[in-house]
């Protein structure tokens, strides 16, 4: 496993601007946070090398993350070793328990899981039970809307605001669907579109 230490981060070799450049956008998350009633859990993916669960954690009582790739999983453990309230998954977040085809990119933070049968773990976020959830955040490189129906109990019990990366028409290609369908099916859940930083929108449920 070839990993640096720079920084007092761990990251992949030749990645050591990568925890920076995240931890400074998690600041994006913030109008997400705002809609927030409370602040008992939060569903994140990908944790990459642990910036984005890390910010989070100091804003809620819970974090469950997840991240695929195993350089960035071993990075994110032990980046966060002496942060007590995240739990993470080594898993790709879908609509299901199954393994897949993970693409791996150059940059650590833009690995892909396919629709293609694979060796890489993938969860449901109902799979994994979350005792409470008052928000969800997503970029996973495209696959959304598989990991949002993969959500619907957890989103019916607990109606978190959900924070999506959209990434247009550029993922039809990979997984079917685009930005129009992601969209149509958030609105299906009864959530309405409240605002939008750079490419993520943010929604939350008709009833808050």
């Not at 995240?86 to 629709?115: E, F, M």
Request: aromatic fraction near 8%; include cysteine; hydrophobic fraction near 40%.
């Amino acid at each position: 496993m070839d990993l640096e230490h720079s920084n007092m981060r761990w990251h992949p070799k030749g990645a050591d601007d990568l925890w920076a450049k995240q931890w400074a956008r998690a600041e994006s998350m913030n109008k997400a946070i705002d809609l927030c009633e409370k602040r008992n859990a939060v569903i994140q993916a990908g944790g990459c090398t642990g910036a984005w669960p890390l910010w989070l954690s100091k804003r809620f009582a819970t974090v469950l993350t997840f991240e695929p790739e195993m350089q960035n999983y071993t990075c994110l453990r032990r980046n966060l070793e002496l942060t007590t309230n995240v739990t993470c998954y080594l898993a790709a977040v879908t609509d299901g328990r199954s393994k897949a085809h993970l693409k791996i990119s150059q940059n650590p933070a833009a690995h892909q899981i396919t629709t293609k049968p694979g060796l890489t773990q993938t969860l449901s976020i109902d799979n994994v039970e979350p005792p409470a959830c008052d928000l969800i955040v997503l970029r996973v490189e495209g696959a959304e809307l598989l990991a949002v129906k993969g959500a619907i109990a957890t989103m019916a019990k607990y109606k978190p605001v959900v924070m999506l990366e959209d990434r247009g028409k550029d993922v039809k290609k990979n997984f079917g669907y685009d930005s129009d369908d992601l969209h149509d099916y958030m609105v299906s859940l009864n959530y309405r579109l409240k605002d939008h930083v750079r490419n993520d929108k943010i929604w939350a449920h008709k009833s808050k």
